[in-house]
């Protein structure tokens, strides 16, 4: 099926900016949305970000106007671009990918990138 893999977490200090890549890897597939998500200590994962193969994109309220996220279909690479990060932006970051290949339709997930923001 595919395999997704994040990098591009860290430790940023609050206002400053991160950009996070997630690659897909496979045999034959396509990627139909691509998402990011997050989880913080004691909460429960939550929606950030998706777009589709045709460029639609869909944000949570809370990263309106700071986070935006992008794809490059040809290397099967999504980003999330985080501005104006604030501490309650911390959390573990994964990236999801609904796909479909020769096994029909498969909905993957990264092993997860931190991000810290310091006040």
């Known amino acids: 099926q595919v395999q997704l893999v994040e990098s591009g977490g860290g430790l940023v200090q609050a206002g400053g900016s991160l950009r996070l890549s997630c690659a897909a890897s496979g045999s034959d597939f396509t990627i139909k949305t691509m998402g990011w998500y997050r989880q913080a200590p004691g909460k429960q994962r939550e929606f950030i970000a998706a777009?589709?193969?045709?460029?639609?994109?869909n944000y949570a309220d809370s990263v309106k106007g700071r986070f935006t996220i992008s794809r490059e279909n040809a290397k099967n690479t999504g980003y999330l671009q985080m501005n104006s990060l604030k501490p309650e932006d911390t959390a573990v970051y994964y990236c999801?990918?609904?796909?479909?290949?020769?096994?029909?339709?498969?909905?993957?997930w990264g092993q997860g990138t931190q991000v810290t923001v310091s006040s």
């Open positions: 999801n990918a609904v796909a479909t290949g020769g096994w029909g339709l498969s909905n993957s």
């Open positions: 777009i589709t193969s045709g460029g639609t994109t």
